[in-house]
């Protein structure tokens, strides 16, 4: 059943709360989730989400909500979708990429036939912050041969600097903290 009107990213914005000291104190969280449980909103979020871009092959979803947000943006597109995944998680043969955190790395990893030569890739995740788990993103990516044709996220921090640290690659974010 189609929605009738889009909303507007105020009224999206509107349905991500803040959960203050999660997953630790300090630290204030912004929950998609009851975005998500709103047809209209998801709907909304997916086609602008997918909107500035044309010509995309693949959709790279970073795992976990970048997952549920990547699939819809997927369907807009008529691209396909992998995932990226923590590592351990996937059950072929991966490439890995490390990722930096406060303390410590991380390791993010995608099937090495996920991406085939040429392809345009956009690359979707929930959030930008700091840019650590898109930036191994883009690695894995173009370690495969394809081609970022941007990133789409449905918020980003700001004050994290998270596009500079993926520049020269396009940065489309609805919503800004």
Not at 65 to 78: D, K, M, Q, S, T
Not at 106 to 129: C, F, S, W, Y
């Amino acid at each position: 059943m189609p929605f009738p009107e889009p909303m507007s990213i105020e009224q999206i914005r509107s349905l991500i709360r803040d959960v203050p000291d999660f997953p630790k104190p300090g630290i204030l969280f912004r929950d998609i989730t009851p975005m998500l449980a709103n047809g209209e909103a998801l709907h909304t979020a997916a086609s602008l989400l997918a909107s500035p871009f044309e010509a995309i092959d693949l959709v790279v979803a970073i795992e976990s909500r970048g997952f549920i947000l990547g699939a819809p943006v997927a369907l807009e597109l008529g691209a396909g979708l992998a995932p990226v995944r923590k590592a351990g998680r996937l059950p072929y043969e991966t490439i890995r990429a490390d990722y930096a955190l406060e303390y410590g790395t991380n390791t993010l990893e995608m099937h090495v036939d996920a991406v085939k030569p040429g392809q345009r890739v956009l690359i979707v995740d929930d959030l930008l912050a700091t840019g650590g788990t898109v930036g191994a993103t883009i690695s894995l990516v173009e370690r495969l041969g394809g081609e970022i044709a941007g990133i789409s996220v449905l918020a980003e921090l700001l004050a994290l600097h998270g596009r500079e640290a993926v520049r020269p690659h396009e940065v489309h974010s609805l919503i800004s903290y």
